[in-house]
C-alpha cells in the first residue's frame, strides 16, 4: 500500500521524535524512503521548521522534532480521528 504525502511526513517526525535525536542516515533507512525522495522530504521539513538539525558535543549533526513538529504530529492524530469517528 503506497503512503500519502502526510503520512510519509508523519512516520518521519515519528521516528525522530522516538529517537529524540538521530543522525540523518538511520532517518534515511528507517523512513524506508529513496535517498532522492528522503532528500525532498528532509529539505521541506527544515524549511517549514518541522524539524531541526544541529552539531552534537562529538561534531556530528543530528535531527531533532521542533514544537512545530509535535504540534504536527497532534494535529495529525486529531484529524485521524475524525475520520475513524465518522468512519470517513
Same mark, same amino acid.
Given at each position: 500500500?503506497?503512503?500519502?504525502?502526510?503520512? %510519509?511526513?508523519?512516520?518521519? @517526525? @515519528?521516528? %525522530?521524535?522516538?529517537?529524540?535525536?538521530?543522525?540523518?542516515?538511520?532517518?534515511?533507512?528507517?523512513?524506508? @524512503?529513496?535517498?532522492?525522495?528522503?532528500?525532498?522530504?528532509?529539505?521541506?521539513?527544515?524549511?517549514?521548521? @518541522?524539524?531541526?538539525?544541529?552539531?552534537?558535543?562529538?561534531?556530528?549533526?543530528?535531527?531533532?522534532?521542533?514544537?512545530?513538529?509535535?504540534?504536527?504530529?497532534?494535529?495529525?492524530?486529531?484529524?485521524?480521528?475524525?475520520?475513524?469517528?465518522?468512519?470517513?
Amino acid at each position: 500500500m503506497k503512503r500519502e504525502r502526510l503520512e %510519509i511526513i508523519r512516520d518521519i @517526525l @515519528l521516528i %525522530i521524535r522516538d529517537y529524540k535525536s538521530i543522525k540523518r542516515t538511520p532517518l534515511l533507512r528507517k523512513s524506508n @524512503l529513496s535517498s532522492q525522495r528522503f532528500s525532498e522530504y528532509f529539505k521541506e521539513l527544515l524549511e517549514k521548521e @518541522l524539524i531541526g538539525e544541529a552539531t552534537d558535543s562529538k561534531g556530528k549533526k543530528k535531527v531533532s522534532l521542533t514544537e512545530k513538529g509535535s504540534r504536527y504530529l497532534e494535529k495529525y492524530r486529531t484529524i485521524v480521528s475524525f475520520i475513524d469517528e465518522f468512519e470517513l
